[in-house]
């Protein structure tokens, strides 16, 4: 019996080229699927934070938080923006950062962690990036995650309880650590099979190729 292919992806729900990667990982594996003898993968999220000091309630909006984190003037932040939606569009995702409410996402990671153990990681993952970067919902408050966390078939009180004990906390500290070891400094970044590396959201065509090759690796081994 040949073993399925794990992908562990490190990401962040408040990083937008995060969003753009899984969208073309998605993509990609939906690519190789189509074929006679298809990948059997399996796609696990961990932890990264990119700004683990930024205040859940931020004062300002995703430009005046860039300009300040980064130092970069305002114009050539907005340049970006204006240039990481036209990539995100590309992906079929309509970002928007005239009303994206940045703040502090440990919790949101903490629910992920949840939503793991319930078997729901995928979809919380999907629903926390879409209302964080189309809807301009707030994913830092307790509240307003214990609904999105209902909205996916989660159930609340359980969520609140995960969420205000912090008994996920130390699943993310451990995600963390193991971003460390692994040397991953930047977000997205996608290790296959615990051997494979790939940086970055890469066009669904690269997903496609490595998951093909590495799923034909597991085949011989499987023949031998």
């Not at 932040?77 to 502090?104: C, K, P, S, W």
């Not at 209902?150 to 009180?157: C, E, K, T």
């Not at 996920?168 to 991953?184: C, E, K, M």
Request: hydrophobic fraction near 40%; include cysteine; proline fraction near 4%.
């Amino acid at each position: 019996m040949t073993e399925p292919i794990t992908i562990d992806v490190w990401s962040d729900i408040a990083c937008p080229w995060c969003y753009i990667g899984k969208r073309n990982l998605e993509k990609g594996l939906a690519a190789a699927s189509t074929a006679e003898d298809a990948p059997q993968v399996e796609v696990v999220f961990h932890s990264f934070e990119l700004s683990p000091d930024t205040p859940v309630d931020f004062d300002g909006d995703e430009l005046d938080f860039l300009a300040g984190h980064k130092g970069m003037p305002r114009e050539q932040v907005r340049q970006m923006l204006d240039r990481v939606t036209g990539v995100a569009a590309d992906a079929g995702l309509e970002y928007r950062f005239d009303i994206l409410q940045h703040t502090n996402t440990v919790k949101a990671h903490e629910l992920l962690h949840f939503a793991k153990e319930q078997g729901r990681q995928h979809e919380m993952a999907e629903r926390l990036m879409s209302a964080y970067f189309t809807e301009g919902r707030h994913v830092g408050r307790v509240d307003d995650l214990v609904e999105l966390a209902d909205q996916v078939g989660l159930d609340a009180a359980s969520a609140r309880d995960a969420l205000e004990s912090g008994r996920h906390l130390d699943d993310v500290r451990a995600d963390q650590a193991q971003a460390a070891a692994y040397g991953i400094n930047g977000v997205p970044f996608f290790v296959i099979d615990g051997k494979y590396g790939v940086s970055g959201a890469q066009p669904p065509e690269a997903f496609t190729q490595i998951t093909r090759q590495v799923w034909d690796e597991h085949r011989a081994a499987a023949a031998e």
